[in-house]
């Protein structure tokens, strides 16, 4: 609970600005908009156990799932993806199961109260998008990305203003910032859901003279509607921005974000299960996402022997695979005898140099190119885990 809340409780039928002298800004807060209101100063407020302090007893590992919204289904298709399934009875359920983690639970909340439940220790790990970790979770070093690139929600926190008027020839962060129109008595006004992320950016990028005031959806309409002077929102098509006469500027994204795979340090360190789970969960991910971006490539080429074969593709650099070509005997009966005049050679190609493999293995006398989807790639020990347990000081 923010130690501002009581405060803002006594004044809930107001409209009223806060300022936060040491910080020079303000957050102008009104009842019907009011979500959560706190600066960088206020942020002790959220850590309310020290990251040492003992969990609550339980016996299962809690995961916590996005309930609706646009990453809901994304992530249960990505587990789905890695033999995870998960078993809902029904979609008002908020409670599952995965059958294949027989320790686990799920729990389906709205992301940004899985970020609070994993600071309050009441899920384990969850999957949101890093704007939501990094706006909830304000820093708070409990909060652990096990997996910082899920492959979906894409999405980044941008500041935008209007293409027209004042703005018309602002095209950057700096000339904003050095527009004479803002002042002590007439800031910047900003709308925005990031009441965190907003002002420590307005800080450390140094603009001096910034009001903020919160919303919960349809920001883009503020600068029409003579509310604010620029928006600070998510954006991933820019759609929205354009059907609203707003543009992005140089230097004015906040963060980058897409789904990630977060953890509370004090459950996995504690938790009977929790890091042997999590490890199994990332390695699903890892082999799953490492496969997604390559095709198996099969192929025949005539040889004197497996090495001189061998010799001839990794001649070729976008043939050399995951750890060098596998080259195997075609054995085929000719004049009564066993021969291997073919080789077949097998290896992974990015998605992305697929033509340009099929280009070089043609080059070299390579016929009956296959090219297959892949499925997983486990490899000896996934690079996120090393750096989970560094992390963990294990
Ligand atoms: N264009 C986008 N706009 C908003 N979020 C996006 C977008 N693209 C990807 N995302 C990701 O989807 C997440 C969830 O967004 P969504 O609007 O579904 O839920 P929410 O904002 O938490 O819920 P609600 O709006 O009901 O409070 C965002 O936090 C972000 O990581
Ligand atoms: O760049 P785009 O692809 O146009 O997406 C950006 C828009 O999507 C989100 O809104 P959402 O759909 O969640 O509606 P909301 O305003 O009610 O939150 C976000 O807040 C932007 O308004
Ligand atoms: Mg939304």
Redesign the pocket.
């Known amino acids: 609970m923010s130690l501002l809340q009581p405060f803002f409780q006594q004044c809930a039928s107001a409209a009223f600005s806060i300022s936060f002298p040491s910080h020079s800004f303000y957050v102008s807060v009104s009842k019907r908009t009011f979500i959560s209101c706190c600066s960088s100063q206020s942020q002790t407020a959220l850590v309310d156990a020290p990251v040492d302090s003992k969990i609550a007893e339980r016996d299962e590992i809690r995961l916590g799932l996005p309930s609706k919204g646009?990453m809901a289904a994304d992530t249960l298709d990505l587990l789905k993806d890695c033999q995870l399934s998960v078993k809902q009875v029904n979609p008002r359920q908020y409670v599952a199961q995965i059958p294949q983690l027989s320790n686990l639970e799920v729990w389906f909340q709205r992301p940004k109260d899985i970020v609070r439940k994993l600071l309050s220790g009441d899920l384990d790990l969850g999957i949101v998008g890093l704007d939501t970790v990094s706006e909830y979770g304000q820093g708070n070093e409990d909060l652990i990305i096990v997996h910082d690139a899920l492959d979906y929600g894409d999405?980044r926190l941008s500041l935008a203003i209007p293409k027209y008027g004042i703005f018309e020839n602002i095209n950057s962060l700096r000339e904003l910032a050095e527009m004479p129109q803002w002042t002590v008595e007439k800031p910047l006004r900003v709308a925005t859901g990031f009441t965190y992320l907003g002002p420590k950016f307005m800080k450390e990028h140094g603009l001096k003279h910034v009001i903020f005031s919160t919303a919960?959806?349809?920001?883009?309409a503020a600068p029409a509607m003579g509310i604010a002077d620029a928006i600070l929102?998510?954006?991933?098509?820019?759609?929205?921005?354009r059907e609203n006469n707003l543009k992005e500027i140089e230097g004015g994204v906040v963060l980058e974000s897409q789904a990630v795979l977060v953890a509370s340090r004090k459950a996995l360190i504690q938790r009977k299960g929790a890091l042997d789970t999590t490890h199994e969960i990332l390695e699903r991910f890892e082999a799953h996402l490492r496969a997604l971006g390559q095709f198996t490539v099969t192929a025949n080429m005539r040889g004197g022997s497996a090495e001189e074969v061998a010799e001839r593709v990794l001649t070729q650099p976008s043939l050399a695979g995951l750890q060098g070509p596998t080259v195997c005997p075609v054995f085929c009966k000719r004049d009564g005898k066993v021969t291997a005049d073919y080789y077949a050679i097998v290896i992974c190609v990015p998605k992305k140099a697929l033509y340009k493999s099929v280009q070089q293995l043609r080059a070299i006398g390579g016929s009956g190119v296959l090219i297959s989807p892949l499925t997983y790639i486990f490899d000896e020990e996934t690079p996120r885990w090393r750096e989970l347990l560094s992390k963990l000081g294990i």
Do not use: H, N, P
Request: charged share 25%; net charge negative; glycine share 12%.
């Open positions: 646009r999405c919960d959806g349809a920001l883009e929102d998510l954006v991933s098509s820019g759609t929205t921005l």
